[in-house]
Nanobody, 123 residues
Framework: QVQLVESGGGLVQTGGSLRLSCAAS?????MGWFRQAPGKEREFVAA????????KFAPSVLNRFTISRDSAKSTVNLQMNDLKPEDTAVYYC???????????????????WGQGTVVTVSS
């Protein structure tokens, strides 16, 4: 069983930046970030393949967020720039155990989930 631990959430003003990190306790396939705002369903934010060659982003964060993995593949980072109040949510790290999937955007592809980290963007 792989454990995922997120860090880096917090409170920031509109236009500010935050960097989220997720450390995995073991080997994983693709890794991704999802978020859930109060009263809304969990939604895809970004994902990156195990090989680091493919990344995908939700249209709402494209050109503002970037995703990266470290060389050992056990940590994934989400750099969030130009944050907006609508980015306020609990952000969850997720990882697959299927090495054939590149960077899935759907929840059911991910087997492992972190506990979440809160991001609040004030206007």
């Amino acid at each position: 069983q792989v454990q995922l631990v997120e860090s880096g959430g917090g409170l920031v003003q509109t236009g500010g930046s935050l960097r989220l990190s997720c450390a995995a306790s073991g080997r994983t396939g693709a890794m991704g970030w999802f978020r859930q705002a109060p009263g809304k369903e969990r939604e895809f934010v970004a994902a990156i393949s195990r090989s680091d060659s493919t990344s995908k982003f939700a249209p709402s964060v494209l050109n503002r967020f970037t995703i990266s993995r470290d060389s050992a593949k056990s940590t994934v980072n989400l750099q969030m720039n130009d944050l907006k109040p609508e980015d306020t949510a609990v952000y969850y790290c997720a990882a697959t155990d299927d090495y054939t999937i590149n960077a899935p955007t759907f929840l059911s592809a991910y087997r492992y989930w972190g506990q979440g980290t809160v991001v609040t963007v004030s206007s």
